[in-house]
């Protein structure tokens, strides 16, 4: 009969040998995709991050990247960052490309610390492996609404979207704003918090020096201006430093200066045709939605005259305000607003006639908009975040702000906080899902599953 031969098989030791082998290699090919797939590119990394308009119910974080890419923030109160903000300018379903970007942490709760992320581009960045940390102020009423508004201005005088202008004054946390597509800028400075958090600062509305910072790309200016002439501030152009106090410069009132500030939900008076006798409402305009529950309206009249305000709502509010020299006046309730709709009524007397004009607007409830609200907007630290992100893995993105877990402005962080001019470094954090694998990574994967396959058929085949 025919013999068989018998199949050879490989001795054991050496059987062994080249699985354990094979084993060793396939696993560190297969690592070899986190490796690259977690891989944070120069383009991604947040620089210049920094938090700012820390209030009692939110803050602000904005940075910028060398490329365009698009960003949010993942934010929680633990460490276990989860509930996603995005930048002002994303819709419900898309994410924008950018060079700068501007995010609101709003509908947060006084006094209390949170965590947060930075996600560029689907990857996280955080705090040397840490998330950074922002605790909120306490809860604060201002005394009224002032405001700095302004434009921002290219080489070519042409208006600059998209710059992200930083003001500091003394004693206050730092404040941001992000230009719209007019060039056009407004920074609530009424809520700006002391460096303590403790009350809103006290700063002289009319005398206080104030510096601001503008920023967009590689291109930078800087402005020394009084609070005497910073509703309108002068034109700030990107490339220049101003200083307004040696200057003397007269801020345009052009009713092309005075449009409607898209971020802040805030619309800015505008020049109109105006006699002395007139008694009109400048802002809100009629039915506007307002995403603040302490709006302040504006309005022109006869110069020194005394106005009867009244405010119709669940609860009626009564004041008074007196026309200014200039024809203008401005007022705000002290009791913040509810949620809905309300009417403002303004009238004054002459000669036995009582002459008046109203205004309907709405109040917005938190969350019914992606605005910015006006009263709520975040105060900074008078010293600026500056953050340099370093790569690492997690699912959100997190820069910190100060040497504290309490957000104290003016400060430069490295990856740890200081008391001067937070400057802080994010590093990569795990990547968030759906991020996809390379070429590299697909390589790689596939080599280290072969390498296994072969080593077990040389074995057991």
């Known amino acids: 009969m025919k013999k068989y031969l018998q199949p050879k098989h ?28 977690t891989k944070a590119s120069p383009e991604d990394t947040p620089l210049q991050l920094k938090i700012t308009n820390v209030g009692q119910s939110s803050f602000v974080v904005s940075w910028a990247t060398s490329q365009e890419t698009s960003g949010s923030l993942t934010v929680g ?20 490309k950018s060079r700068v970007h501007f995010v609101i942490v709003d509908g947060l709760k006084p006094q209390t610390k949170y965590y947060f992320k930075v996600v560029s581009n689907g990857r996280a960045f955080d705090n040397s492996g840490k998330p950074y940390e922002v605790t909120t102020a306490l809860p604060s009423i201002p005394e009224d609404n002032d405001i700095a508004q302004g434009r921002i201005l290219d080489p070519i005088g042409s208006p600059l979207p998209d710059a992200l202008v930083y003001l500091s004054m003394a004693n206050a946390v730092e404040q941001a704003a ?42 930078t200016a ?21 200083n307004f106090l040696e200057e003397g410069a007269t801020p345009q009132t052009s009713s092309e200066t005075k449009t409607t500030i898209n971020q802040s939900g805030f619309q800015a008076p505008t020049s109109v045709p105006f006699t002395q006798e007139e008694l009109i409402i ?15 309206f504006i309005g022109k009249g006869p110069e020194g005259q005394e106005l009867t ?66 009263t709520a907007t975040p105060s900074g630290e008078t010293a600026s975040l500056t953050i ?17 877990p309490t957000l104290q402005p003016t400060t430069k962080l490295s990856p740890t906080v200081k008391e001067v001019e937070t400057s802080i470094s994010p590093t990569q954090a795990e990547e ?20 296994i396959l072969v080593s077990l058929a040389l074995v057991f085949f």
């Open 432 to 451: 968030l899902p759906d991020s996809g694998f390379d070429s590299p990574s697909k390589i790689f994967l596939g080599a280290g599953v072969l390498i």
């Open 178 to 219: 992000l230009t719209d597509k007019n060039g056009h800028w407004m920074i609530p400075l009424a809520t700006a918090r002391t460096l303590d958090l403790q009350s809103v600062s006290n700063y002289d509305r009319n005398a206080q020096i104030i510096e601001i910072t503008v920023k967009k790309g590689m291109e």
């Open 388 to 404: 340099t992100p370093t790569t690492a893995l997690a699912s959100s993105p997190s820069p910190t702000v100060k040497s504290s």
């Open 282 to 296: 400048l802002s809100p305009s009629e039915n506007e939605n307002l995403n603040t529950i302490i709006p302040e």
């Open 309 to 374: 305000i009244e405010v119709e709502s669940n609860q009626k509010i009564t004041s008074s305000v007196k026309v200014g020299s200039n024809g203008e006046w401005k007022w705000s309730p002290k009791t913040p607003l509810e949620p809905g709709e309300h009417r403002i009524i303004v009238s004054y007397l002459e000669n036995g006639v009582i002459k008046k004009v109203s205004r309907s607007f709405v109040v917005l409830a938190t969350g019914e908009s992606d605005l910015p609200s006006f």
């Open 77 to 96: 109160e633990t460490k276990e960052t989860g509930e996603i903000k995005k930048d002002i300018r994303d819709t419900e379903s898309t994410f924008i």
């Open 10 to 37: 490989l001795p054991i030791p050496i059987g062994l040998a080249i699985l354990i082998l094979g084993l060793v290699a396939g696993i560190f090919a297969i690592n070899r995709v986190q490796n690259f797939s």
């Open 222 to 242: 800087t402005a020394t201006l009084t609070t005497a002439s910073d509703n309108p501030a002068p034109d700030i152009t990107i490339g220049k430093n101003h």
